[in-house]
């Protein structure tokens, strides 16, 4: 491994260690007692390290907040490249439980996000982030696909970011009343996704 590759990977594991330790502070004591001290005692570095990496905080929880964007947009598009020969309504729903399961699977980031209060949770830097990495643009491809095949009804051009916003609204239900733990948590996701396909499947 060459010089390059390897300052870029230390940085790497650096950041991970860095959202790690911000992530447990937040969960233990909440966001008001998270400082850049703290997380530099916990990874047992100085907080000058520390501002190498991040200016402050909320730049931190903005960082929290992609990491948990990205897993939900890679775990769904490995689905949708994994099962091609289902009908677009099979993808759908397996592509919005997957985008459920994803969030409460990493529940510790999605309550980090939470607690820190921060007004827009999940979303991609517009400005930096690839359209094969965006959620809207997939769910607006796949949803146009189903239009043109006659599978769903004409959609607004807003039904991508609305159904996003519903199964993020249930997966932070989900992980603040850790409903992810019972034991129908599979069958409740099933019906939640099921409803919300129905809704936009035409009437027969």
Known sequence: MGTRARREREKHEMKIAILGAATKIIIEEGYEKLSMRKI?????????????????????????SKEMYLKIVTTVKEVLQDNKSLPLDGL????????????TN????????LRSGVEKLFEPNEESEPDSDNGILLLQELLYEGQQQSIFRKLDENVAWMLI?????????????????NENWDSLVDTYVEVLIYGIVPAK
């Open 40 to 64: 530099a005692d916990a990874i047992e570095y100085t907080p000058t390290t520390l501002y190498n990496y991040y200016k402050d905080k909320a730049e931190i929880i903005s960082d929290i």
């Open 92 to 103: 759908l729903k397996l592509s919005f439980i997957a985008f459920i399961n994803t969030m």
């Open 106 to 113: 990493n529940a510790e980031m999605g309550t980090a996000v």
């Open 165 to 181: 916003t519903a199964l993020l609204g249930f997966s932070i239900n989900a992980i603040e009343k850790q409903l992810y733990l």
